[in-house]
């Protein structure tokens, strides 16, 4: 069946960076994009962006233009989201997804905690 | 961006009610609107997709409707493991945007 396998939680410190992974399995990869939510109890949902596993090709929502950086190794049908210069606000739970026209299977989620 | 506002914010209803979420678009969004369920600690499930496609494994007591700017999703019969979050999901422009989330507690 298809399955997101994200990578565990993350502390981190204000100023780094952190990288999470986000594994498939169950489907052709190169078939779906991957995008990328962020989930706080304060701001609720948010949209970041998606990669084209087949080209590499990113979208951002402008919001994390200079925040987020997708990237995609085809070879081991993994996706990844880099979060640099970290900010308590960087705080969130972030969801990967499958996702063609409609997001149709999520990740697990992976907690990422921004503290000095 | 196009702006979700989803209502009721919370929701507390018995075994066997109905229940409607509605979600209303600030511009036409063209029944490219999904709705999803989420529970404590888990990620989110797809329910509905293209404003009232029920997505396969999803009981047919789940339901979507609408057009334009207005869109709301039913649940009949509800079921104690029907409490959880729900949130709607525009898909028709990027960047995606949700509504705020309703939360559904059974009494």
């Known amino acids: 069946q298809v399955q997101l396998q994200q990578s565990g939680a993350e502390l981190a410190k204000p100023g780094s960076s952190v990288k999470i992974s986000c594994k498939a399995s169950g489907y052709t990869f190169t078939s779906y994009y991957i995008s990328w939510i962020k989930q706080t109890t304060g701001q609720g949902l948010e949209y970041i962006g998606y990669?084209?596993?087949?080209?590499?090709?990113?979208n951002y929502n402008e919001k994390f233009k200079g925040k987020a950086t997708l990237t995609v190794d085809k070879s081991s049908s993994t996706a990844f989201m880099q979060l640099s210069s970290l900010t308590p606000d960087d705080s969130a739970v972030y969801y990967c997804?499958?996702?063609?026209?409609?997001?149709?299977?999520w990740g697990q989620g992976a907690s990422v905690t921004v503290s000095s | 961006d196009i702006q979700m506002t989803q209502s009721p914010a919370s929701l507390s209803a018995s075994l066997g009610e109905t229940v409607s979420i509605e979600c209303l678009a600030s511009e036409d969004i063209y029944n490219n609107l999904a709705w999803y369920q989420q529970k404590p600690g888990k990620s989110p499930q797809l329910l509905i997709y293209y404003a009232s496609s029920l997505q396969d494994g999803v009981p047919s007591r789940f339901s979507g409707s609408g057009s334009g700017t207005q869109y709301s999703l039913k649940i009949n019969s509800l079921e104690s493991e029907d409490a959880a979050t729900y949130f709607c999901l525009q898909d028709s422009e990027y960047p995606r945007t949700f509504g705020g989330g309703t939360k559904l507690e059974l009494k």
């Open positions: 997804a499958r996702d063609y026209y409609v997001m149709d299977a």
């Open positions: 990669i084209n596993t087949g080209s590499g090709g990113t």
